[in-house]
């Protein structure tokens, strides 16, 4: 035993040695292992703790330290039912340990249904979908960590399982991982790639890490597939206006804003809305003031069904050019479609 020497994950622990570098000299040392396991546990690594206990539980299965510590770690991430047989496989050695009896009057049985549920299943596919149910139910639940446990092993038990990888990019976003998120969620959509939640989840984390072009084509993929869904509609042209605010027009003049706004009408008509959306805000980056940028971009957001934008965009427009018939004739179009949608 080395007296609970091992505290920190990656750091130098023992002599001036890694906890790896230590292991590799001393493969053999069962409560390393345990307590390596555990800082693991604590560290977030799920499926390196949990391979680091079982480690040390096949080295010296009568441990009290490596017991605790697999029947804590068990039982947090949902084998309830290995914790309770590790502890009476070892009260049938030792059966006047009151210590083993305690730990096991007190272990918990608040998702026995569940184990129940995956016991009645063989294929690990089955465990995994399950697994991701009582994760999302987790989730929803506030209970985060759990939910990240059942999602990190039903990805062990089926690594083709894309909702375990979408819900494990979506639990990373809400902690502020995005780079993380982007990760899982490729993960996801390389495996159920027309899964339209997956699909808008990987769009919205590439537009919020500004990779606006790639989110745009998602987006485009998931609209194609869910015409009427106006939120995403509205996403979509943020999108792309935002693809023109990144562009820089340094140097160039009102004629590349003319060119702009020839290539926006061209691609319209072509059916690239996207292109065509971008276009019109290059026109409009170079030439803010120019009465015509408004007017087309609001006959795009028209032909979008979007009249609230169109109609914010014609009146600057107007503001701009009052005596304008095109103007005019644009915007009393635009607020008849919003009030023919009525309130959204």
């Known amino acids: 035993m080395n007296g609970g020497r091992f505290l920190a994950v990656g750091s130098e622990d023992v002599d001036g040695q890694t906890m790896e570098e230590y292991l590799a000299q001393h493969p053999y040392d069962a409560g390393a292992w345990s307590r390596w396991g555990y800082a693991l546990w604590k560290k977030g690594r799920i499926r390196e703790a949990l391979d680091a206990l079982e480690k040390a539980l096949q080295l ?4 009290r330290d490596t017991i605790r510590h697999c029947v804590s770690v068990f039982v947090e991430c949902g084998r ?3 914790a309770r047989d590790i502890l009476q496989a070892c009260m ?5 340990d009151p210590q083993l009896q305690e ?7 608040r998702q026995e ?6 016991q009645k299943n063989d ?5 995994a979908a399950i697994l991701v149910r009582v994760g999302e139910e987790e989730f929803q639940k506030g209970r985060f960590h759990q939910a990240r446990i059942c999602f990190e092993i039903a990805v062990g038990r089926n690594p ?8 494990l990019g979506v639990l990373c976003w809400k902690e502020g991982d995005l780079l993380k998120a982007l990760e899982y969620f490729s993960q996801a959509l390389d495996r159920a790639p027309r899964d339209g939640e997956i699909v808008l989840n990987c769009a919205r984390a590439l537009s919020a890490a500004e990779h606006h072009e790639t989110a745009s084509q998602l987006l485009e993929l998931y609209l194609s597939e869910h015409p009427q869904d106006t939120a995403v509609w509205s996403e979509y042209r943020d999108v792309i206006w935002r693809l023109g605010q990144a562009w820089r027009p340094d140097g160039l003049d009102g004629k590349a804003a003319d060119v702009y706004l020839q290539m926006g009408e061209e691609l319209s008509r072509c059916g690239d809305l996207q292109g065509a959306g971008e276009a019109y805000a290059r026109a409009l980056r170079i030439r803010p003031e120019h009465p015509e940028g408004y007017l087309r971009l609001g006959q795009l957001y028209m032909q979008l069904g979007s009249f609230e934008e169109a109609v914010e965009v014609l009146e600057q427009g107007r503001a701009l050019d009052g005596q304008s018939a095109e103007i005019l004739k644009a915007l009393e179009r635009a607020r008849g479609g919003l009030e023919r949608q009525g309130p959204a």
């Open 113 to 118: 249904g569940v184990f129940k549920e995956c």
């Open 80 to 82: 309830e039912k290995d």
């Open 123 to 127: 294929g690990e596919a089955d465990i």
């Open 60 to 63: 010296d299965p009568d441990d």
């Open 160 to 167: 083709q399982n894309a909702q375990a990888y979408n819900d």
């Open 103 to 109: 730990w096991l009057d007190r272990l918990p049985a």
């Open 92 to 96: 049938e050695r030792a059966p006047a």
